[in-house]
């Protein structure tokens, strides 16, 4: 368990915890390959989320994704791109959340991923949070923390 005063400074800029889904970057589950292969080339990110029409989140593709299904034995078969889909390559298995105030669950899952995909009860694409902004809020309590509070040893 945090303790509650850490819990209280790491949510000091709530509001900057996740980004919302109007300024992430996604792909359609139904896009070729080549429009996620220039998304992600462009904004540079390694991995973005996918959705579908419905504004449900249903997995994340990265450019390793893409190249993997691109490989021959011996070469790249570029012409793959316009072949498949995007949900014939993406990652369905990574961890989403629900609460992105939820410190503990993110600081865990934060580890082993550089984001986490926010949805509703409904699967419906939210927004993310990312280990940036998470590191951000760490930096700011481990900085301040003994403006706020009287430490005492044990
Ligand atoms: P950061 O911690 O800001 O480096 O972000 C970590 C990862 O989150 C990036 O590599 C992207 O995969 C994803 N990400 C961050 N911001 C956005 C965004 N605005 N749109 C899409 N993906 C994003």
Redesign the pocket.
């Known amino acids: 368990m945090i303790d509650q005063h850490l819990q209280q400074m790491l949510l000091t800029n709530k509001q900057k915890f996740m980004?919302p889904a109007s300024?992430?970057?996604t792909v359609n589950v139904t896009n070729s390959l080549d429009h996620a292969f220039l998304v992600l080339t462009k904004?540079r990110?390694?991995?973005?989320v996918v959705i579908d029409n419905d504004n449900r989140y249903r997995g994340l593709i990265s450019l390793a994704m893409i190249t993997d299904r691109l490989l021959d034995t011996r070469r790249i078969a570029v012409n793959r791109l316009q072949q498949f889909v995007v949900g014939d390559v993406m990652q369905t298995d990574a961890p989403t959340i629900t609460d992105p105030f939820d410190v503990e669950e993110n600081l865990h899952l934060l580890i082993d991923q550089?984001?986490l995909t926010v949805v509703d009860d409904k699967q419906h694409f939210r927004g993310?949070v990312?280990?940036?902004e998470l590191l951000k809020a760490v930096n700011y309590t481990v900085h301040n923390f003994d403006h706020f509070y009287q430490i005492q040893d044990k």
Do not use: N, Q
């Open positions: 980004i300024l992430v970057a904004d990110y390694a991995k973005i550089s984001f993310i990312t280990r940036r």
